[in-house]
């Protein structure tokens, strides 16, 4: 018996294998194990343990008894190893003859496996635009290979993150973004609700990488106190009805008034309505007539008004923002200057943590359609090809994607993109803690899911179903997940890869900073 | 009502069943020299059996295939050794050996004759098994219990128990070493023609490598002159006489003294925690070698043997054995199949499907409800 | 109270056209005649006073006769350099007025610990503190504000006036976002006035709640026909004039327009026409347009032709049309008019050296080697010096290299061999004849 061998299969089919450990085998839920064959090798995925006994039942019940009540003194399990053992299922997930492909036979009937070792996964090549996650795991052990995906590819075809609170997501996207940052394939714009990425004095972020002043742009509400970040003003001339479509719930009636005003006074229509301004019908030589009511027009200020916090300072005449995103005045190239920034294969967050969910999404939505027209049109001129993939990073995508909200609002800039934004090199990061809520033609969409732990079952069910390969076994693994424990599925991996995502924090440390650069200061 | 008869019967029961005379220990043979209950042949086991070895022996069979005129069986034979409760593992022989035998009935003149073949499943395993010859008897003849005609179901048994004993000489041979111990599952007791031969063999060889032969019975149906549980009677005398040993053996219970019965019986408590007492008999040319010093040494290494928490008291080897010798419903039926696609190939299904559909009603009914094999 | 003057993107020597040059010269003058009625306490110029490092020497003089007027009535001028006006590589022409001492420059630095150390300068009449950033070459520019020592900057005392010449993100039009610019968040605080350069737009924003200002004059004319474009649209040319009341610590920012001409702006929308209708609607147009005496006239035209090339269309006696409907200076921009076959490619960029590198990376991008070659020499030559990044770096080098103008008093024949050794010793011709040898 080979000294690696950890187990021996004993019974099973293709579903489901049966492995007997070896009493030290120390076999894990999630590990790999590998069958060596003449040909090549045979991985398998441990998906459940369960304990085997040659003694029955109720004999086991009795000697517990025994034990707990003390009337098993000086007694004990003759060959223990021998007689109560741990049995694994598992399934075959690959068949390694040279190339790597779905396997179709049954391992070796009583044939030993093993451990998987680092050296077994020499077949995972870096690609050429790498995307990082982390490193393979088996069980609950890090195995010194690096996941790399191919960039362009997974980020155009959506990223799904699942995963319950505290269960690492904030982390991942963190040190995806770190490894990605100088890499100029990708764009990647985050909305980041907690402004949790970019890092401050006392927390380690994005900021940290050695390359962030060159490819990292912050936008906030704050940043006047934070150097070399952007203030986060919006100008209001580059909102347009559409922008709102999907985002913010309005009657008919209010839709009809905004496309008028946009009609009568284009960009500087929020304005207009903002200082109260009557919308006249565009008659040339008469009279003007008043097109909107009065009291549509009060219902769509109070609304830009919770939505923008823009408001009209009557004591100077000023048209005033409270959370100061928005402006009349300045931010004009703010969102041209995020496109610019992504188009160049840099990465932009922008802080929304002081701003209401809704203004979050709206800023977004003005963004990505910007994007989306800009691609639509590259495509149309032949240079597609030449820009850099972009996604969108976006939490709590239920507020966007989910079905209720898609029914009861209609499709948003965001599902258009989840839709069909992969044919204009377009794509999400979507985070959310319940997949189940959005939509099947969604999730199909979205080709790569990075599955973290999950406690609720429903909610490991509908991820199971819409994932890449078959994880119908995989329920009790998913809700096994530690903290920075993962599965990524994916149509660009050739089996469901456990992984575990490094801390980021360690990934920082550990980067060696660039020696110091020298200054040639010129007057 | 029922309630009412359940108290009736236990009652009954009550009322036929009296110890207040236990008596002693009864064989109904004259083949035994009976010793009487006595309070100074309680022992304590206390000896020092840490440096023997001991080997347990089990078998076991299965038909395959049979019709009231043959039987087609599949047998085990297994062994181990231990030293207390350590496994010693070894390359001297092959821990279990598998064979077929046909059991076949031949009629003549009124007079039942037996005859059983064997063939080896590995040709390594051919050297290990009894002769042939030894294998056919009368069914008439006295050693076989039962009745005049003997159902050949139990007859076919007998290649596993010559086997049994033709492997254990190997063990003895090649395995253990003087002053170990081999214990064979059951009694020591013949119960086919010839087989008293091994056991002979067995004895004399066992005592000239200074090996103690003995064997430990599971069950028992002794009673004694009272008509009483010998065993029963024997936990009830343990109570009265105020015995505290916490681990104990009588001896000696009884003597076996015709040639198919050898052996000096002893009773054995095997652990302070043990619901059961067993019989446990040695080769009784051996029980003259074996003084008291010795004797509590062998069955101290006995006891030492026996401190599974799933059946204190029972030796662990032997519940391995037991449980390796075992042939199992699931292995039957592959083997089944393979004779009777070989019959069907020789085109000699017809020929014996007659006979077989004769015995095999039950079968098709355990199918029906669910069974499955014998 | 005291009074300032902030001028910036002045360009001169910008455009071929003499006419449109004088008007840009006499725009500064304006300017400058004003700030001494005004009587201005200083000048302060936020960098590309001049359209390149090395302008026309009559024009130079006549920027220096102007400048000599305001500093004869004892007004001192600061001036930063501009992404124009100056090049790090060869002395610029601005370094020998600044050596003359025509102008102060507010940017002495020192270097401390990889930290930029500005120093100040203190203006004698008004005791305020000037420092700031001199223009950089796309891409720079954020790199040294990050450098900057602002603790430094902000607890110096006083009243301090930060010059600088660069876009501000949150601040640039959006017609001007493409190309680098800086956040807000890099520039000190505590100063009571930034005055700007670069955006040809004019800027006013209160900053730090109302407690100081950042401005952006704009050019006083413009340097380009975007720029002269937008002035038709209703954008206002000038300088500001900035006041200071000490007392009530306010300060106000007057904006002085400098307009010398006015210009006519219209565009026609071509497409999917043909050569005569586009000639027909050229035409329609400049007979209807009235009243252009000494005025500037552009005309736009945009669109994609339904057929035939641009070069079809006669766009000369358009101009000549004009002019004898006596416009100053006539354009007809034809470069949004496109034919059917070509193919374009859509950069954006600030500078027309953003713009040629972006082209050019554009374009090297399609290149590849023909699978079909089989001379390693040759493939390796391609490899390392005409495809990808190796490429773009031989392209932009080749450009530079032609761009080269005429020495004066060089032979033609001169400046022709000096123009092709350069350009072989960056392709490395002799390179590639040793090896394929």
Redesign the interface.
Same mark, same amino acid.
């Given at each position: 018996m080979n000294a690696d061998c950890c187990g021996e299969i004993i019974a099973g089919g293709v579903e489901k294998l049966i492995i007997r450990q070896k009493s030290d085998g120390a076999i894990e839920l999630g590990d790999l194990l590998v069958e060596e064959r003449n040909e090549g090798k045979l991985f398998l995925q441990v998906f459940d343990l369960s304990y085997g006994s040659q003694i029955s039942q109720s004999s086991l019940e009795n000697i517990s008894g025994m034990r707990l009540e003390g009337s098993g003194v000086g007694l004990d399990f003759v060959e223990p190893h021998l007689r109560n053992y741990v049995l694994a299922l598992a399934r075959s997930i690959l068949y390694l003859t040279g190339s790597p492909h779905n396997p179709k036979i049954l391992p070796n009937f009583m044939g030993s496996v093993r451990h998987i070792k680092k050296e077994d996964l020499n077949f995972l090549i870096k690609p050429n635009n790498p995307l990082y996650f982390g490193k393979v795991r088996t069980g609950s052990k890090t195995l010194n290979a690096d996941v790399y995906l191919e960039g362009p590819d997974v980020l155009s075809h959506h990223i799904l993150i699942p995963a319950t609170t505290g269960r690492g997501k904030s982390n991942l996207i963190k040190v995806m973004l770190w490894d990605v940052l100088d890499k100029d394939f990708c764009g990647i714009l985050v909305l980041d609700a907690h402004d949790e990425y970019f890092g401050t004095a006392a927390a380690l972020g994005l900021r940290n990488h050695p390359q962030a002043?060159n490819y990292l742009k912050y936008y906030s509400p704050r940043?006047?106190?934070?150097?070399?970040? &952007? %203030?986060l003003?919006i100008?209001l001339?580059?909102i347009t009805p559409d922008h709102l479509k999907g985002i913010v719930d309005f009657t008919e009636t209010q839709w009809d008034a905004m496309y008028l005003a946009y009609q009568a006074y284009r960009e500087n229509w929020i304005s207009e309505i903002i200082r109260d301004t009557p919308i006249n019908s565009d008659v040339e030589g008469g009279e003007p007539e008043i097109r909107i009511a009065r009291g549509t027009l009060n219902v769509l200020r109070r609304k830009f008004n919770r939505l923008l916090g823009v408001y009209f300072d009557h004591t100077d005449n000023q048209l005033k923002c409270r959370t100061r995103a928005f402006s009349d005045? &300045? %931010?004009?190239?703010?969102v041209?200057?995020i496109i610019?920034t992504l188009e160049e294969g840099k990465k932009v967050v922008i802080d929304t943590s002081m701003l209401e969910d809704q203004t979050e999404l709206l800023i977004g939505s003005v963004v990505a359609h910007e994007i989306l027209d800009r691609h639509k049109s590259a495509k149309e001129?032949?240079?597609l090809e030449?820009k850099p993939v972009i996604s969108i990073v976006i939490e709590e995508a239920p507020r966007v994607l989910g079905d209720e909200v898609l029914r009861s609002s209609g499709s948003n800039i965001y599902s258009d993109i989840a839709r069909e934004g992969r044919k204009f090199k377009i794509g999400l990061i979507a985070i959310t803690q319940l997949t189940s809520v959005i939509p099947k033609t969604i999730l199909a969409n979205m080709n790569t899911k990075i599955i973290l732990g999950n406690e609720l079952a429903t909610e490991r069910s509908s991820i199971i179903q819409s994932t890449s390969q078959d994880l119908s076994t995989d329920d009790r693994n998913i809700a096994s997940l530690d903290k920075g424990e993962a599965i990524i599925s994916s149509n660009f991996t050739k089996f469901a890869v456990p992984m575990k995502i490094p801390l980021f924090e360690d990934i920082v440390k550990d980067m060696k900073t660039s020696p110091?650069k020298k200054?040639a200061?010129?007057? | 009502m029922l309630s009412e008869t359940i108290s009736r019967l236990i009652n009954g029961l009550h009322q036929n069943v009296n110890e207040y005379d236990l008596g002693d220990p009864y064989f109904q043979e004259d083949a035994y020299r009976i010793y009487p209950f006595a309070r100074e042949n309680f022992y304590p086991i206390n000896g020092n059996g840490s440096s023997r070895k001991i080997a347990f022996v089990d078998g076991g069979n299965q038909e395959l295939i049979g019709a009231p005129n043959f039987s087609v069986q599949l047998n085990r034979i297994y062994f181990n050794v231990f030293s207390e409760t350590q496994r010693i593992n070894q390359n001297e022989l092959p821990q279990a050996i598998d064979f077929f035998s046909v059991t076949l009935l031949n009629l003549n003149d009124n007079n039942t004759q037996y005859k059983t073949l064997l063939f080896a499943t590995k040709n390594d395993f051919s050297d290990y098994l009894p002769f042939e010859s030894h294998l056919s008897f009368d069914s008439t003849d006295r050693l076989i219990r039962g009745t005049t005609r003997t159902d050949i179901k139990e007859v076919a048994s007998v290649a596993r128990r010559f086997a049994e004993w033709n492997y254990s000489h190997f063990i003895i041979d090649r395995i253990l070493d003087k002053d170990d111990v081999l214990v064979s599952d059951g009694t020591l007791q013949t119960s086919f023609p010839n087989e008293v031969h091994y056991l002979d063999v067995l004895h004399e060889r066992a005592r000239n490598k200074g090996v103690t032969f003995s064997g430990l019975a599971k069950t028992s149906n002794m009673i004694t002159t009272t008509g009483l549980s010998l065993l029963g009677s024997l936990h009830k005398l343990v109570e009265d006489w105020g015995i505290n040993f916490e681990e104990w053996y009588y001896s000696p219970l009884a003597e076996g003294l015709s040639k198919d019965h050898s052996v000096i019986m002893t009773i054995v408590k095997l652990h302070k925690k043990a619901d059961h007492i067993f019989r446990y008999e040695i080769s009784n040319r051996q029980m003259k070698d074996l003084d008291d010093l010795n004797l509590n040494e062998v069955i101290t290494c006995l006891a030492k043997n026996s401190v599974d928490i799933g059946f204190p008291g029972y030796p662990y080897g032997l519940i391995d054995a037991d449980n390796n010798a075992r042939v199992r419903a699931n292995e039957i039926e592959t083997y089944r199949v393979m004779l009777l696609s070989e019959m069907s190939k020789l085109g000699l299904w017809k020929k014996f499907a007659h006979h077989m559909r004769s015995t095999d009603a039950h079968h098709i009914l355990n199918l029906l409800v669910g069974g499955y094999g014998r | 109270m005291f009074k300032f003057a902030h001028i910036t993107d002045c360009h001169l020597g910008a455009w071929r056209n003499p006419k449109l040059k004088e008007i840009n010269l006499k725009a500064f003058q304006k300017a400058i005649s004003i700030c001494v009625e005004e009587k201005v306490d200083f000048i302060a110029i936020t960098g590309d006073f001049f359209d390149v490092n090395v302008p026309e020497l009559d024009h130079v003089k006549r920027a220096v006769d102007i400048m000599i007027q305001a500093r004869r009535h004892g007004i001192e001028i600061y001036m930063i350099?501009g992404s124009h006006d100056f090049t790090?590589s060869t002395v610029s022409i601005i370094d020998i007025l600044h050596s003359a001492g025509l102008f102060i420059?507010p940017?002495?630095?020192e270097?401390i610990k990889?930290k930029?150390k500005l120093k100040f300068i203190q203006d004698k009449k008004t005791a305020f503190k000037i420092t700031g950033l001199?223009g950089r070459k796309t891409g720079l520019d954020?790199?040294?504000y990050?450098?900057l020592d602002?603790e430094a900057l902000e607890s110096e005392e006083d009243f301090k006036i930060f010059l600088f010449h660069a876009p501000i993100?949150?601040?640039?039009?959006?017609d001007?976002?493409?190309?680098e610019?800086i956040?807000?968040?890099?520039l000190p605080?505590g100063f009571i006035y930034y005055g700007g350069g670069h955006l040809h737009r004019r800027i006013e924003?209160k900053h730090d709640d109302g407690k100081s200002m950042i401005v952006y004059p704009g050019p006083l004319f413009g340097s380009t026909f975007t720029d002269l474009e937008d002035t038709a649209q209703g954008e206002r040319r000038g300088f500001y004039i900035i006041s200071y009341d000490n007392d009530n610590e306010t300060i106000r920012a007057n904006f002085i327009e400098t307009k010398i001409v006015d210009i006519v702006f219209n565009t026609i929308n071509v497409n999917q026409n043909t050569v005569k209708q586009i000639e027909d609607k050229i035409s329609s147009m400049v007979e209807q347009m009235e009243d252009l005496t000494n005025k500037i006239v552009l005309i736009k035209v945009k669109g994609t032709l339904a057929s035939g090339k641009r070069s079809d269309i006669n766009f000369s006696r358009f101009e000549e049309a004009l002019s004898a409907k006596r416009a100053l200076v006539s354009f007809i921009n034809r470069n949004n008019l496109v034919s059917p076959e070509t193919?374009?490619?859509?950069v954006?960029g600030t500078s027309i050296e953003e713009i040629e590198k972006k082209v050019i990376k554009?374009r090297i991008?399609s290149i590849k080697i023909d699978p079909a070659m089989t001379d390693e020499k040759v493939k390796n030559f391609i490899k390392s010096k005409l495809i990808s990044e190796h490429g773009e770096f031989t392209a932009n080098k080749l450009l530079l290299a032609l761009k080269k103008e005429k020495i004066e008093n060089e032979t033609l024949d001169d400046f022709e061999k000096r123009l092709m050794h350069e350009a072989k010793s960056v392709m490395g011709l002799s390179d590639i004849n040793k090896e394929i040898k």
């Open positions: 002043a940043a006047s106190a934070i150097r070399g970040a &952007v %203030g003003v100008n001339r580059s005045t &300045v %931010g004009e190239s703010t041209t200057q610019d001129e032949g240079i030449t110091n200054i200061v010129v007057t | - | 350099y790090a420059k940017i002495e630095f270097l990889d930029i001199s954020s790199e040294y990050n450098l602002i993100s949150e601040l640039t039009p959006v001007l976002a493409h190309g610019s956040p807000l968040s890099l605080k924003h193919t374009q490619v859509k954006f554009e991008a």
